[in-house]
Every structure is written in structure tokens, then in C-alpha cells.
């Protein structure tokens, strides 16, 4: 059969249209090796987006100074991302003697910042909350269930009522060539149904919310999680426990947001465990390291720090998935958070007025019923020298209540013999360490504790 000339170059025209809408390269201003690199971005064949119709991403740096532990070859690997759906934004950095720890964590601050602004590399329709910084050799595994919530826990909406799975997203190398360990964190982001009124019905708008970007990585300049491979270890980030805006939630028939501001057991603390049992799970299918490390932030200081404790209580044990698992992990890296709820009534103006108020409405008055308010926080669940390691940060002009609290969990540990450190004003405020010398802190004390491999 012939074609005639003009149809060729129709055809010809068209593949190079559609070649061209697929990949797109340039130049992106690095701050890690203060020079201008290439990027390439390449889009699904069959892209996955989110509830507000953007593309869900995956920023893979390639070509890094330090060794890759995944074994998979980085065509592979961008390949295997392609067929999950995401687009690709490829950064090669050529084996640039900055591409390494610590100073690869100020790229990784870039580039959500500018994800978060909606710049990034031409593009201003990647993700606000599903979109992600990968190292060459890693995967993720995106929305694995790790436990089905109740929904009369906090009661809202009303017409939420059939409980939603919570997700935690797990990034790992592939192919490992060493068992690493993984560090787990619990967002400091609400995911929650959400019922739309003029549609009639219940949506997917806020649900996987764990990494909404202004609200987490880009708002806080947070770095630790996705910069943790380049100290040999895996991560993971949760869904929080508290499934519903945080400054809302009821128990049944009680008072409109009883629960602003604060969490609950057991709920919360048998969702914690469940994450840890699902998560050594998958390691183990994995072939990763049995070794998890927690790192929490505020609200997800709060929850986090229900996993160190070594007191066993049968409600909290037997709930959720991969019952049977250990749920313990190894170390933790706390930051603000509440601990002990019978501590908010020692100082006056000092941050936690809202808990003064509510949490009587849910729990009763505290000189009555101490018990329960002590089974409320992770203070409560720290019996012996058994419980994990931990390093606590805060900046001392930050809310006081944050301090007493480290301060009262920090001593029962010292008295304990379990080991402590304190990572104290690397910066200002309610904020996360950001800067070399206080991430390095952050991660020596993991890998201390996690054996992390070496792999400079």
C-alpha cells in the first residue's frame, strides 16, 4: 500500500506532537549545587490526579553523590512510575559533590515550596497534596490501608457514617541491596470526609490530605522525611488519627466541637499501633529492615508519641490490621505535642485554652475522674526502661504548655533509664529544624538507634 507524501508528514507531524505533550525539558536553579540543572518531565499515559483535577506527581532526583540502594536501574524505576500513573519530573544532578546529606535537603525545600506555589518547572498543575520529592531507587506505595475508621468517634458530618479507610503513603528502595530501616510519621495535616451540601452527598475533597503542602512540607519548610533516604533509611507519612477538622468533633449527643483542638483514646492510640504493625508488615514483605523510628510534629507529635510507650493494653492492641505484629518501634524524634492531659490546668495563659475548656465537656471534671484523663495521653503508656529511645525538640518561644509537657514526659524517661536527647531553639516558633546542623542531630540519633546502613 502507498502512502501519499502529505500523509507522512501528517502522521510524522502528529507523533511529534504527541511526543512533545508527553516530555518536556529545561533548566531549574538548584540551591544544593548553586548551579542551573536539567530537568525532564514526562507525563503518564494514563495519569492519575486528584480530587481538584491536578496531576499527582513525583520529583525524582537522579544521578546523586552517594551510593543508590535500590538496585533497580533509574530507566526502570521512572518507567514503573509512569505505569502507576504519575508524571515524572526527572532532576539530574550529575554526581554534584553537594548532591548528598545535608546539603540535598535545601532542594528538597525548594522544590515544594514552588510545587506549593504552583511554579514549578513550567508546570502549575502538579498536586498541593499528593505529590512527591523521590531519590533515585525508591518507590512508593501510595493509600495503603492501615485502619477503618469509626466514624461515632467524633461524630462529624452527621451524614458521615459508614467509616473511611485511613492511608498512609510508604517510600522505599527497590530491589534493596541492605535492609534499611523506616522512619514513620503521622501528618500533622488532617484527612477527613467532608459533605458537600449543594452536591447532596459525601466527596473525596479532604480525604489523603496527610502531605497538603502549605499545610506540611512547604509551610513548615519540612525536610526530614524525604531527605531520610540519603541516611540509608525508608519512610512513611499517616493520616492522622483524628479523622475530622481539627477544631471540630463531638462525642454522641454532646456539645458541638468538644474535641477542638485535641485527640482521643483509645481511638487514637489503637490507630497508631495498627500503623506500626501495617507498616513492619510490608518491610518485612519487603525485605527492609523489622527496625521504625518516629518523627512527629505538633499534632502529629501528639499521636506519634503513642507508639514509644511499652505498657501493653489489650484495647489497643487488638484493634486494626496485622494484629499479632509487633507494634513496637526503636526510637522517636518528638517535637511539640501533648502528652498528659492532667498537666493543662498547671499555668494559666500558656497556650492550651481550648483544651481547658473542652476537654472536661468530653471527659468530666478532672478531680474526678483522673484515671480516664490519664489514659487519654502517652504518658500514661511508658512503664519501664523498654520504651523506645527517644529525642525531643522544641524552640523555647513556642507555646509554654510545650515545654512542660516535654519537660514531664522527658523525666519520666530520664528516671526510667530510657536514653533521651533535646534538640532545643534551632529556630523559631512552632517550627521543624530545617537547618544543617539540626537535621544532622535529627537523623545521627536514628540511625544510632535504626542502624541505618552507611551509604556515603
Not at 498541593?128 to 458530618?157: C, H, M, W
Amino acid at each position: 500500500m502507498k502512502y501519499h507524501p502529505s500523509l507522512f508528514f501528517i502522521i510524522l507531524f502528529s507523533i511529534l506532537i504527541n511526543f512533545s505533550s508527553c516530555a518536556a525539558t529545561g533548566k531549574w536553579k538548584s540551591k544544593t549545587t548553586a548551579t542551573t540543572i536539567e530537568y525532564k518531565a514526562t507525563e503518564s499515559q494514563n495519569p492519575i490526579k486528584d480530587y481538584a483535577g491536578n496531576y499527582v506527581t513525583v520529583v525524582y532526583l537522579k544521578n546523586l553523590a552517594f551510593k543508590k540502594i535500590g538496585q533497580n536501574s533509574i530507566k526502570k524505576d521512572v518507567k514503573w512510575l509512569l505505569s502507576q500513573g504519575y508524571r515524572v519530573i526527572e532532576l539530574d544532578y550529575k554526581k554534584n559533590k553537594n548532591a548528598k546529606a545535608l546539603k540535598i535537603n535545601e532542594d528538597i525545600i525548594a522544590i515544594n515550596d514552588s510545587i506549593s506555589a504552583g511554579s514549578f518547572c513550567n508546570l502549575n498543575n502538579c498536586s498541593q497534596y499528593k505529590s512527591y520529592v523521590l531519590f533515585e531507587g525508591y518507590r512508593i506505595a501510595r493509600d495503603v490501608s492501615y485502619f477503618i475508621d469509626d466514624p461515632s468517634v467524633y461524630n462529624t458530618p452527621e451524614q458521615y457514617i459508614v467509616g473511611d479507610s485511613l492511608h498512609m503513603d510508604i517510600i522505599y528502595p527497590a530491589n534493596a541491596k541492605v535492609k534499611v530501616p523506616a522512619v514513620l510519621s503521622f501528618s500533622y495535616s488532617n484527612s477527613y470526609a467532608n459533605y458537600d451540601q449543594e452536591k447532596g452527598k459525601l466527596t473525596d475533597a479532604y480525604k489523603d490530605q496527610r502531605i497538603n503542602l502549605a499545610y506540611t512540607f512547604a509551610g513548615f519548610n519540612d525536610s526530614f522525611l524525604e531527605g531520610a533516604p540519603a541516611h540509608g533509611m525508608a519512610w512513611a507519612i499517616a493520616d492522622h488519627p483524628k479523622y475530622c477538622p481539627w477544631g471540630k468533633g463531638k462525642p454522641a449527643n454532646g456539645p458541638n466541637d468538644a474535641y477542638k483542638s485535641y485527640q482521643t483514646n483509645p481511638d487514637a492510640a489503637q490507630k497508631v499501633k495498627s500503623a506500626i504493625r501495617t507498616l513492619r508488615a510490608f518491610n518485612t514483605m519487603m525485605g527492609l529492615s523489622d527496625k521504625i523510628g518516629v518523627f512527629g510534629f505538633s499534632r502529629g507529635s501528639t499521636a506519634g508519641s503513642m507508639a514509644i510507650g511499652d505498657k501493653k493494653v489489650t484495647d489497643l492492641e487488638n484493634a486494626g490490621f496485622n494484629i499479632g505484629i509487633s507494634d513496637a518501634v526503636q526510637a522517636a524524634a518528638l517535637g511539640p505535642g501533648v502528652f498528659d492531659y492532667t498537666l493543662i490546668y498547671d499555668k494559666s495563659n500558656d497556650g492550651d485554652k481550648n483544651m481547658e475548656l473542652r476537654c472536661p465537656w468530653v471527659w468530666g471534671a478532672l478531680d474526678q475522674n483522673r484515671e480516664l484523663w490519664e489514659s487519654m495521653g502517652s504518658y500514661s503508656l511508658v512503664e519501664t526502661a523498654a520504651t523506645a529511645p527517644t529525642l525531643f525538640f522544641y524552640n523555647t518561644d513556642d507555646d509554654l504548655y510545650y515545654q512542660d509537657q516535654i519537660g514531664h514526659l522527658k523525666n519520666k524517661l530520664d528516671n526510667l533509664n530510657v536514653p533521651t536527647a533535646t534538640l532545643v531553639n534551632y529556630g523559631k516558633g512552632h517550627a521543624i529544624p530545617e537547618t544543617a546542623a539540626s537535621l544532622n542531630t535529627l537523623y545521627s540519633f536514628f540511625k544510632k538507634h535504626l542502624n541505618s546502613p552507611k551509604i556515603d
